[in-house]
């Protein structure tokens, strides 16, 4: 595990104390926990928009799949005659 040192702001280092005391658990602990936390979820938004531009990058080849298809779709979900997801023609 590596060690990192850090400079907080005078009110951060008042609220890390608080969380810390409250949770029965060290500074280190926390900052852990909400970096990690942080990190994770900028990973999520990174790979969200690593899919909206691959979704950008096939709507401008033309690998779009007709409304009234979706809608058709949509609409059998949850009756017997429920379809498949509709695909694109190329």
């Known amino acids: ?10 009110e951060v280092e008042q609220h890390l104390e608080t969380i810390a005391s409250r949770l029965h658990r060290s500074k280190g ?11 994770e979820k900028q990973q999520l ?3 969200r928009w690593n899919q909206t531009l691959r979704a950008m ?3 401008a080849q033309g690998k779009v799949v007709d409304s009234g298809e979706v809608h058709r779709w949509l609409d059998s979900w949850g009756t017997d005659s429920e379809q498949d997801a509709p695909r694109s023609g190329k």
């Open 1 to 10: 595990m590596g060690v990192t040192t850090v400079r907080l702001q005078a």
């Open 29 to 39: 602990w926390v900052i852990n926990q909400a970096l990690s936390e942080y990190i």
């Open 45 to 47: 938004e990174q790979e």
């Open 57 to 59: 990058e096939s709507a």
